[in-house]
């Protein structure tokens, strides 16, 4: 059985096999209200890159390989971008606060 799981590992790790996650989570505005209904992008530095449209609670769920990714969010043609963060599998959750003054968005609990 051992051998059998070895096996296995070694099949995965050499297949070009990635890792999917996915980034969960809501976004705030800075008066603390949802960002409701607003297309979110997700980027990495090489070439990948995903949008999605949160709810009406700001919410937002995307499926990603594992790594590391930014978070944009275009609002009346100003962007706002968040930190680097690494995905894991099989969930990430990070809820963020758009900060005007900085463009930025902030993790929050």
């Known amino acids: 059985m051992k051998k059998i799981f070895s096996v296995l590992v070694l099949v995965i790790l050499f297949s070009g096999i990635v890792m999917a996650g996915a980034l969960f989570g809501r976004i705030l505005q800075e008066n603390g209200k949802p960002l409701a209904k607003t297309v979110i992008t997700i980027e990495d530095e090489k070439s990948f ?10 919410g937002y769920s995307v499926e990603l390989p594992d790594g590391e990714r930014e978070l944009k969010v275009t609002i009346n043609n100003v962007q706002y971008t968040s930190e680097m963060i690494m ?22 609990k």
């Open 49 to 58: 890159k995903k949008s999605i449209k949160t709810n009406e609670f700001g």
């Open 87 to 108: 995905i894991f599998s099989p969930k990430t959750r990070q809820n963020w606060k758009i900060e005007n003054q900085n463009k930025k968005l902030m993790k929050t």
